[in-house]
């Protein structure tokens, strides 16, 4: 059954840590709690309705993914992007995470899979004419996190989560840039849903390339943003 909130999706078995992680990860892959930005356990609390103890213990994976950087009991801060090079390099290393994800389970999906990226889509659409880049992000980050979840392994989210958290803030800031109309964005998943309602490997994957050509003319962007 499709979850009244395709966004924060989760399995019964997930545990409070790992759903408060995946909040604070997603208000920093967003942009709503900044790069740089240091956090504090009592306002974190006080932000997701829970006690200390969940939020310690969230901010011990984040830091671990390379979300966060600092030293524990010392502060941690939100940390720095890489540089376009090395984002580039990442981000072809989450093409193939992505690539192996569809081949996992392209011939395994159900209508509920399908009505749950429908619903995704649905809100980027929204945000999309508001034009609402955040809110864009966070729908572009559930609707292929939920593709990675799919796959059904415990170890392939985590590497897929890393990867996102260093190339997301790159991808977010240069979208207004590479994109008169946001909703070209949501279209492009609209073709990935497509591709995979009909069972088209060959299609879903070469959608995955959008994103590599997204980061080489979001460089481009930021260069030409630059040399003004």
């Given at each position: 059954?499709?979850?009244?909130d ?7 078995a ?12 997603t208000?920093?892959?967003t ?16 932000r ?39 984002c ?70 985590p ?35 497509d ?34």
């Amino acid at each position: 059954m499709a979850s009244d909130d395709p966004i924060h999706d989760h399995p019964i078995a997930f545990s409070l840590r790992e759903q408060i992680a995946d909040r604070i990860r997603t208000d920093v892959l967003t942009g709503r709690i900044p790069e740089g930005e240091r956090l504090h356990e009592v306002k974190l609390g006080e932000r997701y309705g829970v006690s200390r103890t969940p939020i310690r213990e969230a901010l011990q994976q984040l830091l671990h993914e390379g979300l966060l950087e600092g030293r524990p009991n010392a502060g941690l801060k939100v940390a720095a992007q890489p540089s376009a090079e090395v984002c580039e390099l990442i981000v072809r290393v989450r093409h193939l995470v992505e690539e192996f994800a569809i081949r996992a389970v392209i011939d395994h999906l159900t209508e509920s899979d399908f009505a749950r990226w429908s619903g995704i889509l649905d809100g980027m659409r929204v945000a999309c004419v508001a034009r609402d880049f955040p809110v864009i992000a966070e729908h572009d980050i559930a609707f292929h996190r939920t593709l990675v979840r799919r796959a059904g392994s415990r170890e392939l989210e985590p590497i897929w989560t890393s990867l996102v958290s260093r190339t997301s803030a790159f991808l977010r800031d240069t979208y207004p840039r590479i994109y008169r109309q946001p909703l070209d964005i949501q279209k492009r998943r609209a073709r990935m849903l497509d591709a995979l309602r009909s069972r088209d490997l060959e299609a879903a994957v070469g959608l995955l390339g959008d994103r590599i050509d997204d980061h080489r003319r979001g460089t481009a962007a930021q260069k030409s943003t630059r040399a003004v």
